[in-house]
């Protein structure tokens, strides 16, 4: 119980030295997409007049993978669709979708009352309800051409409590939804036992357990409701077209140990080759990035995509 209270009051004291200023992103995100033509600058507002948290997701993801070194494409196109963006680097592309978590959707979904936030409260997983998220956009994702690795990033603007972390993401590849411990054996042999409800990656097969979502290379847990952005991610070790942890070393990454899981159990572990630019607080596995959105921004292209016909492109 001490060290529960312990990495809830790290989360909660966290103090970044510069703001997330969620305003100048949105504004710089703007002025890049009416640098591309006034359907995508106009496609945006629309965006951001209906549904802030959405438009808000897509303007933040932009401004993160830009400050982690990344150049940007645009993928989606306002009257066809698609997934948002493609990220590149030293020859490295990256197809990127988007999506958010409303606050009252996850406080739902966990049965967390944050009016009695002082005291201690029983939550119910949340990993369903974001599998279920992940289910969607993979099905989005994996109608593309796109010959590479496809993220999917899910974030929430939650200000009351930090939804998308390291504890999301162990629960995503593998949920906990007991312990066995053996017959007079004691504590020291409680084993966690899962039926992988909330898995993202993998679901009970015929012959013990099978893998799920190929089409996606890996999660991106993005919390954005405080004065930083924080992110943490998960690695599928069985997508057609794999993501190494070497193409975004400032993300500390969840990945399978034992793959394939002929033992029917789930191994994983954390994988952070790169935390020169991270400010980590014991037991918080993420990278936190703090911005103002003012730099000056270089101009986004967009993707030439093989799914459009020339004319829409």
């Not at 959707?105 to 966990?110: F, I, K």
Request: glycine share 6%; with cysteine; hydrophobic share 40%.
């Amino acid at each position: 119980m001490e060290r529960i209270r312990a990495i809830f009051q790290a989360l909660m004291d966290r103090r970044p030295a510069q703001p997330l200023d969620r305003p100048a992103v949105v504004t710089a995100y703007e002025q890049a997409l009416d640098m591309l033509g006034a359907a995508y600058g106009d496609h945006f507002r629309r965006n951001l007049r209906s549904d802030p948290p959405a438009a808000w997701t897509e303007a933040v993801a932009w401004q993160c993978f830009r400050q982690l070194g990344w150049t940007c494409a645009r993928y989606e196109d306002p009257s066809a669709g698609g997934p948002d963006f493609v990220f590149q680097r030293d020859g490295q592309q990256i197809l990127v979708e988007c999506t958010c978590l409303t606050e009252q959707a996850l406080n739902e979904a966990s049965g967390l009352v944050p009016a009695q936030f002082t005291q201690m409260q029983y939550r119910d997983p949340i990993a369903p309800r974001v599998r279920t998220t992940v289910s969607n956009k993979t099905s989005q994702i994996g109608q593309t051409k796109f010959p590479g690795p496809r993220l999917v990033v899910i974030a929430t603007h939650d200000t009351t409590f930090p939804y998308m972390n390291a504890s999301l993401a162990e629960d995503l590849v593998a949920e906990t939804e007991s312990v066995s411990v053996r017959f007079s054996g004691g504590v020291d042999t409680s084993t966690p036992v899962t039926t992988l409800a909330g898995s993202a990656l993998f679901r009970p097969g015929g012959d013990g357990i099978a893998e799920a979502r190929h089409s996606i290379s890996g999660i991106v847990l993005m919390n954005a409701g405080g004065t930083a952005v924080h992110i943490c991610g998960i690695i599928n070790p069985h997508a057609h077209y794999p993501l190494q942890p070497e193409a975004l070393p400032q993300v500390p990454w969840l990945t399978v140990t034992n793959h394939p899981t002929t033992d029917q159990a789930v191994a994983m572990s954390w994988v952070w080759l790169d935390q020169s630019q991270a400010r980590i607080l014991p037991n918080v596995r993420e990278l936190m990035l703090s911005f103002d959105g003012s730099a000056a921004h270089p101009a986004m292209t967009v993707y030439p995509r093989a799914d459009l016909r020339r004319g829409v492109r």
